[in-house]
């Protein structure tokens, strides 16, 4: 195993980790800090629910970066290699058609853009449909990630 190698197992594992944190994040965001947000919009409950929130979006454009840069990186590996086939592509671009699908709501639900000042929240609240929507959205490229992972390992196993 040469330097390479474990430079690309780094950047794996970082964006594998990136991706759970951020599904993962998403559902204990929604199972749990939106049911115990305060129903009025004045105190500090609901103060620091906004900070709250504030801070989430900090960690989800962080995990995105992680994401896009190591995903690059890897796919770009990945089909520098003589075993990708055309089910590995069409998985692949799968995978990118959800992962940018996700990007674009996240996008579109960020205050103002990706230009925004941090800690600035929209001004009307995020629906639950549109953060169940990007959970799901999340949840299916994680779900085409394995698929993709089996279908290059199957690859390799057959020479």
């Not at 996700?102 to 925004?116: E, N, S």
Request: glycine content about 10%.
């Amino acid at each position: 195993m040469g330097i390479a190698d474990i430079v690309l197992l780094a950047v794996r594992w970082l964006h594998v980790l990136a991706a759970a944190a951020l599904v993962g994040g998403c559902m204990f965001y929604l199972l749990n800090l939106r049911l115990a947000a305060p129903k009025g919009s004045s105190g500090v409950e609901a103060e620091r629910f906004q900070q709250v929130k504030s801070q989430r979006s900090k960690l989800v454009e962080g995990f995105l970066a992680i994401i896009v840069a190591s995903g690059l990186v890897l796919g770009l590996d990945r089909l520098a290699r003589a075993e990708v086939n055309g089910v590995y592509l069409a998985l692949l671009g799968l995978k990118l058609l959800l992962a940018a699908g996700t990007l674009a709501l996240v996008r579109r639900l960020a205050p103002g853009g990706w230009g925004a000042v941090r800690g600035q929240l929209p001004a009307r609240p995020v629906s639950s449909s549109a953060s169940n929507l990007m959970l799901v959205l999340g949840a299916a490229t994680f779900l085409v990630s394995l698929l993709l992972r089996a279908v290059f390992e199957a690859a390799l196993r057959r020479g």
